[in-house]
């Protein structure tokens, strides 16, 4: 439970109004000061910095009407610093850097847009590169080295094509792998150089190229992206470009080579160096969270309901028309980690399930996110005697969902009943078309054999159904 106490003690503190510049300190129940800063017409603007219980500092930044700016630093509770990376309009923008405690470098990479863009490169704290690869709009795709054993391509966030791996006796192994769905893959020589390429999406990989390397390179439209890395030791030739041996010089009895057995490369486990939530909502969300648990409860107040100033526009404006088109389909993702590590099958569940996919976000907490997550869980009984099923869908890297779920668990005062499906790759979001940095909130229906029967795509970042309407909808396919 916080309390919010204005700064009264310092001497240039200037009220222009109840909207004017106004200092504020925020204390826990201890009295403790848990972050202190600037507010502008009830928005965070200007420097703010959080604590950590030990008073030492957490985090440091600007803000501008409730959204992160410029660059902002954290540090762990014994001061030594562990992310650095700039905000636009509460978007990581630019260069990012996450820090082992000796102070060596951990990750380094660029954001766009507030996902992953470009080469990022991941070391070990005596420095040594543990893995390195390209992002494509916080996707995996293009090349990557895992450690010093795997090398290969991904392709929106899967593994493709050929993948060169290093046994522990360290003879080298090519394991090829199918191209991304839907596409066929080749191999040819080009000057030599075996070089496997998908042509529907402009996917090649020389293997290797002249000086030892291996390059990749993708066009799609105006879009694309190209590189290479070298790769120790002598890489197998693909079997499809092997010539056979003479015919006299066949074996009478040839004997199968044992198939090797190949480890499956691990991504880093911090991939995005998300940083910790400063405060897991601004003091003006905190302020219309419960409104805006009522709307996404029951449906928009009839009196009128004073929305949250910057909102990308009117909560619940009945959906995009266009998100009919689901109706009648099989979710393009069926199987999901969720994030207590339990795999949840929507192949053929056994009761009606809502499929709510949120917004998703890397940096700032999204307010209607956890809002209509802590409505739903509010209602969980209602759902549970109406014979249905609730899965929260959340897109994107999975750093952020501790601070997701914490910030839920803030408003409903308890942990979350229903469990949070992870689409860390997109895979559900493309495959329903709802992309959209990184996803268009929607709330699915299916029945028991896995058909999607009802859709609410939403037009804005606010705009979601309520609890009402989906338990409406619900309970026709419940019966």
């Known amino acids: 439970m916080y309390r919010t106490l204005a700064i009264l003690t310092i001497p240039v503190l200037i009220l222009t109004g109840c909207g004017g510049p106004r200092l504020v ?32 500092k957490k985090a440091e930044g600007p803000w501008v009407q409730d959204k992160q700016e410029g660059l902002w630093t954290w540090w762990n509770d014994q001061g030594q610093v562990e992310i650095r990376g700039s905000y636009l309009h509460g978007l990581r923008t630019g260069p990012w850097e996450r820090f082992h405690p000796s102070g060596s ?98 996917l090649r990989l020389e293997w290797p190229t002249a000086d030892g390397s291996l390059a990749f390179r993708w066009r799609q439209g105006d879009q694309g ?29 040839p004997v199968a080579a044992p198939v090797p057995v190949v480890p499956t490369p691990e991504l880093p486990v911090e991939r995005s160096p998300s940083p910790t939530q400063p405060a897991l909502l601004t003091e003006r969300e905190r302020e219309v969270a419960q409104e805006l648990i009522s709307t996404y409860t029951h449906g928009q107040n009839p009196f009128g309901v004073s929305e949250y ?26 199987r999901f980690l969720s994030s207590t590590g ?25 307010i209607y996110c956890a809002t209509q997550t802590a409505a739903i869980g509010r209602q969980i009984e209602r759902f549970r005697t109406a014979g249905v099923d609730v899965l929260v869908v959340y897109p994107g890297p999975t750093e952020a969902v501790p601070v997701f779920v914490e910030a839920v668990k803030s408003l409903r005062h308890e942990s979350l009943p229903m469990p949070i499906g992870l689409d ?55 019966k």
């Not at 300190?25 to 219980?53: K, M, N, S």
């Open 225 to 253: 992206d190209e590189g290479r890395m070298a790769v120790a030791g002598a890489v197998p030739l693909p079997s499809a470009l092997i010539p056979p041996p003479p015919a006299a010089s066949l074996p009478q009895l």
């Open 342 to 366: 339990r795999v949840i099958d929507l192949a053929a569940p056994q009761r009606p399930t809502v499929v709510v996919i949120l917004r998703g976000f890397s940096g700032q907490v999204c």
């Open 105 to 202: 470098s951990s990750a380094t990479g660029a954001y766009q847009d507030d996902r992953q863009h470009g080469l990022w490169t991941y070391r070990d704290p005596a420095g040594q590169m543990r893995s390195r690869g390209t992002f494509h709009r916080g996707v995996e795709r293009g090349l990557w080295q895992l450690g010093d054993e795997h090398a290969g391509l991904y392709w929106d966030g899967v593994r493709v094509g050929p993948w060169w791996y290093r046994n522990p006796g360290g003879t080298p192994i090519l394991v090829e792998l199918p191209p991304p769905a839907g596409q066929t893959a080749r191999w040819v020589l080009q000057d030599g150089v075996p070089v496997w390429e998908v042509p529907g999406l402009g």
């Open 25 to 56: 300190e925020v204390r826990d129940e201890t009295g403790r000061i848990a972050r202190a800063g600037t507010t502008t017409d009830r928005l965070q603007t200007g420097p703010w910095v959080y604590f950590h219980a030990n008073g030492a």
């Open 309 to 334: 100033e910057v909102s990308s526009g009117p909560i619940q404006v009945g959906g995009d028309p266009a998100g009919q088109s689901l109706l009648g389909r099989v979710l393009p993702q069926q």
């Open 424 to 478: 860390v790759s997109l895979l559900l979001v493309r495959g329903l078309g709802i992309e959209e940095n990184l996803a268009r909130p929607t709330s699915l229906i299916i029945d028991r054999t896995g058909i999607i029967r009802y859709a609410y795509v939403g037009k804005t970042g606010a705009d979601r159904p309520s609890v009402d309407d989906l338990l409406r909808n619900a309970e026709k396919l419940g």
